[in-house]
């Protein structure tokens, strides 16, 4: 499985969109770009997934570069509920092994 | 609506004690996994198991055992817990589809 690279924090005011980098240059033709969070002292929860096109959920947006190299997680109008860890993580379809980094912290400021 | 369930949040265990952590999911998943998450280090992954009976290393498994007896079901097995095992331990599970992993609440283990 291939590893992700993301910046260890990054700060956002609220309401601004937040954006937050990853990079999976040795990313494989089948596996799929993940994305969860944590908040202090709760299990990691998804948020999206994708493949090769970008995706919107009720959550965020994922958007992945064409050469699938790297992503971006946008979060389009951040709250202060939106502090949390997050973390990119790739995982092929047809196995069982995921591997977190250690995210990126993520702080929302008022 | 809970789908991963640990069985204790917090648990206090001596050093060389057996110590057993317990996950469960109500979500048919062939995958459980797992893992350990300390300050600075993220995730690691300890073990996983994909199907009822089978098991993987992930890639810290020293020290760990783990059974799967059941499909819902997925335990955690410290033979002789020591300090440095002192840690949070996540369980998560996944369909065979692999769409979205789902997480327990952890289970904050401390070893005295």
């Known amino acids: 499985d291939a590893k992700t690279t993301q910046p260890p924090s990054m700060d956002c005011a609220e309401g601004r969109a937040a954006n937050l980098p990853c990079n999976h240059s040795?990313?494989?033709?089948?596996?799929?770009v993940y994305w969860y969070r944590q908040i202090h002292s709760q299990g990691p929860q998804y948020i999206i997934h994708?493949?090769?096109n970008n995706e919107t959920n009720e959550m965020a947006s994922l958007i992945i570069t064409e050469d699938r190299k790297s992503s971006t997680l946008i979060l389009p109008h951040a709250t202060l509920r939106d502090t949390a860890v997050y973390y990119c993580?790739?995982?092929?379809?047809?196995?069982?092994?995921?591997?977190f980094g250690a995210g990126t912290r993520l702080f929302v400021k008022a | 609506d809970v789908k991963v369930t640990q069985s204790s949040r917090y648990l206090v265990k001596r050093t060389g004690e057996k110590v057993f952590l317990e996950c469960v999911q109500d979500?048919?998943?062939?995958?459980m996994f797992w893992y350990r998450q300390d300050p600075g280090l993220g995730l690691r992954l300890i073990y996983f198991?994909?199907?009822?009976?089978?098991?993987e290393k992930g890639d810290i498994p020293e020290g760990y055992s783990v059974s799967r007896e059941k499909k819902e079901r997925f335990s955690l097995i410290l033979e002789s817990a020591s300090t440095n095992q002192t840690s949070m331990y996540l369980c998560?599970?996944?369909?065979?589809?692999?769409?979205?992993?789902?997480f327990g609440q952890g289970t904050r283990l401390t070893v005295v």
């Open positions: 994708g493949l090769k």
């Open positions: 998560a599970s996944i369909g065979a589809e692999n769409t979205e992993a789902f």
């Open positions: 993580i790739v995982l092929n379809t047809g196995g069982f092994k995921t591997i």
């Open positions: 198991s994909y199907d009822v009976k089978m098991k």
């Open positions: 040795t990313i494989s033709g089948n596996e799929y």
């Open positions: 979500m048919d998943h062939e995958n």
